[in-house]
């Protein structure tokens, strides 16, 4: 597979199977997995007293991811996939108190009940806040939860800027558990901890700008804003808006694209990332990388402004692509053909070999890729590769010609794993 022309707008050949083998869920969700779901979302749903760590605040992002992957398990692997969603639950349960539930307080509507909670996330008052998000997650629905919060969660940082990630995953998996909603409360009250940290440049662009129809290229290869002082979320982010580079780099080639047009072009960089850059990064920057611009446009058409989203997740590339990059990335580029032709079994070896395998493996082969992945992915107890699995089958879905760059990326983090001294893809 490579893409034809010249630039990084140019299609990719489709793959021989249009919908690359990945389903969203099987036709019948087994009875037994909607209620491990439902009783894993339980022990979640109640916040802790002390501030979350990174364990605590991945939770409910880790509890949809691990849900969503179930389906997608090789049939001999589902009892050990579902071990290691039970024991989330356990982890999560043993990790210290939690909050009391907050007395029944009756809201009109949903707006009523989503404005209350914005002010109390303005004024930091963490309890006003989980009442109304508790309220919320049980009166609403998965949409209308996205549309009563899409606005005020865009833009936020805090909760390492994953409120946006809650809000796309949820309606997957609300279906099978109704508890899994309660997981917002959870993260409001670290976005009401971290109120004053949010996106905000690209609230303030003139209207009269230009608009250009190079988004891709100016990903490529950004100039660096500088040391952000770690590789964390929100010094990321803030020092590519503070440093003025969000606004030069993003704001024209924002202005006039569509959100499936920058969901495409943002997801292939971000998946480029993971196969031509640092691999040290592989876990967390690239992984972040597509997750986090993927969610901001899954979400963009709930929020008043899809534009504004698609700043937003532009950011996000950007953050990435200028603090962590070392290289410039080819659009063009594809691997060599393995050696080796077992897909499969690329997986257990090398990064770069797994990719290659699942990038030139024929047709028939992807939904054993498919399977062999999200197996790989649910067994793992890194929570990032979980979610980063269920991004990529999403990515390919919704960029049928691109697919085979998606599940290559998610092969990629997989061999990742497997290679680190006592790690490795495993659930014990």
Same mark, same amino acid.
């Given at each position: ?11 990719? %050949? ?9 389903? /969203? ?21 109640? =916040? ?33 996939? %579902?071990? $290691? ?16 539930? /907050? ?21 930091? +008052? ?20 996205? %549309? ?33 909603? $309660? ?11 971290? $109120? ?10 003139? %209207? ?13 290869? /950004? ?36 959100? =499936? ?15 031509? +850059?640092?691999?040290?990064?592989? /876990? ?16 963009? +058409? ?59 493996? =024929? ?66």
């Amino acid at each position: 597979m490579t893409i034809s022309g010249s630039t990084a707008e140019a299609p990719l %050949r489709p793959v021989a199977t249009p919908a690359t083998g990945i389903h /969203p869920t099987p036709a019948a969700t087994p009875a037994s997995d909607a209620a491990l779901c439902d009783a894993v979302a339980d022990r979640i749903a109640r =916040p802790k007293i002390a501030e979350a760590d990174s364990f605590v605040l991945h939770a409910p992002l880790e509890l949809l991811a691990r849900c969503a992957l179930l389906p997608l398990v090789a049939p001999g692997e589902r009892e050990r996939a %579902r071990r $290691r969603l039970a024991r989330l639950g356990e982890a999560y349960d043993a990790w210290g108190p939690a909050i009391d539930d /907050p007395l029944p307080r009756p809201w009109p509507t949903a707006e009523a009940a989503a404005a209350d909670l914005v002010r109390a996330i303005d004024a930091g +008052d963490l309890e006003a806040a989980d009442a109304a998000a508790a309220w919320l997650a049980d009166a609403t629905t998965a949409e209308e939860l996205a %549309r009563a919060l899409a606005d005020d969660v865009l833009p936020r940082l805090a909760a390492a800027a994953h409120g946006a990630i809650f809000l796309y995953q949820l309606p997957r998996v609300a279906a099978r558990s109704r508890s899994a909603a $309660r997981g917002l409360r959870g993260l409001v009250r670290e976005l009401a901890r971290e $109120r004053e940290w949010r996106l905000g440049w690209q609230r303030e662009r003139s %209207r009269d700008g230009r608009a250009t129809d190079d988004l891709v290229e100016r990903l490529l290869c /950004p100039p660096s804003p500088g040391d952000p002082g770690s590789s964390f979320i929100i010094p990321t982010m803030s020092l590519v808006e503070r440093s003025g580079l969000a606004r030069e780099l993003l704001d024209e080639p924002t202005r006039a694209i569509s959100v =499936p047009e920058a969901s495409r072009r943002l997801a292939r960089v971000a998946a480029w990332s993971m196969l031509q +850059d640092d691999p040290n990064h592989a /876990p967390y920057g690239w992984t972040h990388c597509l997750s986090m611009s993927q969610a901001a446009l899954g979400i963009a +058409d709930r929020s008043s402004d899809p534009r504004a989203a698609i700043a937003i997740a532009a950011t996000y590339v950007l953050g990435f692509r200028a603090t962590l990059g070392r290289v410039a990335l080819d659009p063009g580029w594809e691997p060599e053909p393995p050696t080796d032709d077992d897909p499969l079994a690329a997986l257990d070896g090398s990064p770069s070999d797994a990719a290659a395998a699942v990038w030139h493996a =024929p047709a028939a082969a992807v939904p054993a890729i498919v399977a062999g992945v999200a197996t790989r992915a649910a067994l793992h107890h890194d929570a990032h590769l979980a979610k980063y699995a269920v991004a990529c089958f999403d990515a390919a879905r919704a960029d049928r010609a691109a697919g085979r760059l998606y599940l290559a990326a998610a092969a990629f983090l997989c061999a990742w794993w497997a290679e680190q001294p006592g790690d490795g893809l495993r659930d014990e």
